[in-house]
């Protein structure tokens, strides 16, 4: 089995900052793409941030100069530095990763959330 877990939200007040981390674990032979995703209340999830196996980025246009995803292979964890926050990033963040198991089957998996909320 292929667990997500998310860590590192919380309530921060505008302008400050904090860091999210996503660690994969179970039965893995690579991870290819891994992502963050935004839902804020009332909706549709959103991605936030994508990083490829060799370290490529993408970023929504809403957080490009403020939020930095990076991952360490070596301990199957993606992070996400989130700086000068502001209120319309309140929402609960979902990590995403592209997991291929021992059996040699890719899928993609997700983490149960973390909230963020920015207070003013």
């Known amino acids: 089995q292929v667990h997500l877990v998310e860590s590192g939200g919380g309530l921060v007040q505008v302008g400050g900052s904090l860091r999210l981390s996503c660690t994969v674990s179970?039965?893995?032979?690579?991870?290819?793409?891994m992502a963050w995703y935004g839902q804020a209340p009332g909706k549709q999830r959103e991605l936030v941030a994508r990083?490829?196996?060799?370290?490529?980025?993408d970023y929504a246009d809403s957080v490009k100069g403020r939020f930095t995803i990076s991952r360490d292979n070596a301990k199957n964890t993606v992070y996400l530095q989130m700086n000068s926050v502001k209120p319309e990033d309140t929402a609960v963040y979902y990590c995403?990763?592209?997991?291929?198991?021992?059996?040699?089957?890719?899928?993609?998996?997700w983490g149960q959330g973390t909230q963020v909320t920015i207070s003013s």
């Open positions: 179970g039965s893995i032979v690579g991870i290819d793409n």
């Open positions: 990083i490829t196996l060799s370290g490529r980025t």
């Open positions: 995403q990763a592209r997991v291929t198991n021992r059996r040699f089957t890719t899928s993609d998996y």
